[in-house]
């Protein structure tokens, strides 16, 4: 998908879109330590997102790590500096940046989603799996207090019982029980999870880039709310919307709903 980011390390590899997909891939590329993560890696990985959201190239991204791990968590052999005085700095943390970026992030995760790992996935838009792929939370296991949402964002995912038990017993969750429980969009062969990834991240390429920017928008706010003021939050952002359309745009929009010809009434 062309040259990789000369800026972007070599531990975290980022192919930019190319013009007829816009569809960026970014890598974590550490497979002899099954991509743990060091501080430079996070800054780096914070920073890809952040550029991929600003390039207007890219409609959508797929995050996949080389090897036989999606991302393995921190490597604890520097969690000192990964840690101490940095859970606060969002230039060092790969989530903040990927909850910022406005464009849809499809995870490609094959083998281990572990701890700061499975933080990442779950930041991820929409997951494609492979049949190897494990999500596991370590952080009791190794006396770590979790700081990229996991403790919060799990139990919303797959109910507070079962978050209980994953997190306080590090209880490994399958591929199977990922997409019976609705972590996991796609179960494949691992060695179709990327081209899996990248056809999600193409269809919703396909479409309007700007509404789809401000439907995930939308989507991802109103689930910070209750039902009530989720509603009345897509009925403002409505009302702006159609408010902020010419008469140039509405006619656009009719002749692109009038070329669909048998479709244009769905």
């Given amino acids: 998908m062309g040259a990789t980011s000369p800026d972007s390390g070599d531990l975290i590899l980022v192919e930019p879109a190319r013009p007829e997909s816009q569809v960026a891939v970014v890598t974590i590329n550490r497979p ?24 207007d190239g890219v409609a959508a991204v797929v995050l996949t790590g080389r090897g036989r791990s999606f991302c393995s968590g ?11 005085g940095d859970v ?10 990927m909850e910022l970026c406005r464009k849809p992030i499809v995870g490609a995760v094959a083998g281990f989603a572990v701890t700061a790992g499975f933080e990442i996935a779950l930041a991820c838009d929409l997951l494609v799996a492979g049949r190897s792929a494990k999500f596991l939370d370590t952080h009791a296991k190794f006396g770590i207090f979790p700081s990229w949402g996991l403790s919060q964002k799990l139990s919303r995912f797959i ?39 990248i056809e999600v991240a193409e269809a919703i390429a ?3 880039y700007n509404l789809v920017i401000l439907y995930k928008s939308v989507i991802n706010d109103g689930l910070q709310l209750d039902m ?27 002749r692109f709903v009038q070329g669909r010809g048998s479709t244009s009434k769905l």
């Fill in 32 to 55: 002899d330590a099954l991509n743990a993560l060091t501080r430079p890696m996070m800054v780096s990985l914070a920073a890809a997102f952040r550029r991929l959201d600003a390039d």
């Fill in 74 to 84: 921190v490597d604890l052999k520097a969690a000192e500096e990964a840690f101490k």
């Fill in 88 to 97: 606060n700095d969002p230039a060092a943390n790969p989530v903040a940046q």
């Fill in 159 to 197: 109910g507070p019982n079962r978050a209980r038990e994953v997190s306080l017993t590090c209880m490994p969750i399958t591929a199977e029980m990922a997409q019976k429980w609705g972590l996991v969009n796609h179960i494949v062969e691992d060695s179709q999870v990327l081209s899996k990834a």
């Fill in 206 to 208: 396909r479409n309007n």
């Fill in 228 to 254: 009530k003021h989720a509603r009345a939050l897509e009925k403002e952002r409505a009302v702006n919307f159609y408010n902020g359309m010419t008469k140039e745009q509405f006619a656009d929009m009719q």
